[in-house]
DNA sequence: TTTACTGCAAACCGTTTGCAGTTCC
DNA sequence: GGAACTGCAAACGGTTTGCAGTAAA
């Protein structure tokens, strides 16, 4: 655990934003200005594969770290590409039968809700 | 409407795979071998902007285009990338209430469901 | 002659990689 | 000394853009 790993886990840590790597630059750089940018995805890296923290692709492409690592799906503002986090308590019942599954083993499911965001309408 | 366009459309036409620009470009070239990379975006582009044509970002990050325009979910394969196209007969009704929602208001919802084709298992 | 479209090459953006230098045991 | 980690810079893959040349009306 270096100093590098300690600032990255805690810009992460308590978030409900979905940072990108340059955003989480720039928050590492304000307590610790030498980090770089190759330092911030080796260690992004690593807290994906441990399963610390989640990743999926924004709007535009980029790669976006989800410090919240539980189940949960994602409201998706087509106008700012701001990202929000959304548990259905209905545990969002989306199921294939065995017909449409055609020999596919499912291992999770992921769902977007595109829209407008409440600022953007 | 020219030759180059028409080429991209017949690439498109028909088929129920999902392929990248570099994809068409191969299968455009076969019929038009002078045609370039930078018309195949333009032209997917302008087919997608028409609604003619879908497009979604592949595992990669690559833009996938999908001459299904309908709506639709995708199955798609962690390991070999592979993406299927699936239609639920019970169209898939994930919900949000209003308290869910904060405000936002959702225009479509895309499920991707994650695992294993029948290949890689 | 104007307008739209093409193809090339360069630019671009986010991500990954190679490698030399550093730190810590 | 050896292992692990850092930071730089270069490479990379996919997409977009600027621009000069071409074709069509």
Redesign the interface.
């Given at each position: 655990m270096t100093a590098q790993r300690r600032v990255v886990a805690e810009v992460l840590d308590g978030e409900h934003v979905h940072l990108s790597a340059d955003e989480v630059l720039d928050r590492a750089q304000r307590r610790l200005p030498e980090i770089s940018l190759a330092t911030i995805y080796n260690t992004l890296n690593e807290l994906v594969a441990m399963g610390e923290i989640g990743v999926f692709?924004g709007l535009e492409?980029g790669?976006r770290y989800d410090p919240n690592a539980d189940r949960h799906h994602h409201?998706l503002?087509?106008t700012c590409a701001a990202i929000?986090d959304?548990?259905?308590?209905?545990s969002?019942?989306?199921?294939?039968d065995e017909l449409?599954?055609?020999?596919?083993?499912?291992?999770?499911?992921?769902?977007?809700?595109?829209?407008?965001?409440?600022r953007c309408?």
């Open positions: 692709r492409g790669l409201l503002c087509d929000f959304v548990t259905p308590k209905e969002a019942g989306v199921e294939l449409e599954r055609r020999g596919f083993r499912v291992d999770r499911t992921e769902v977007v809700f595109h829209g407008r965001c409440p309408q």
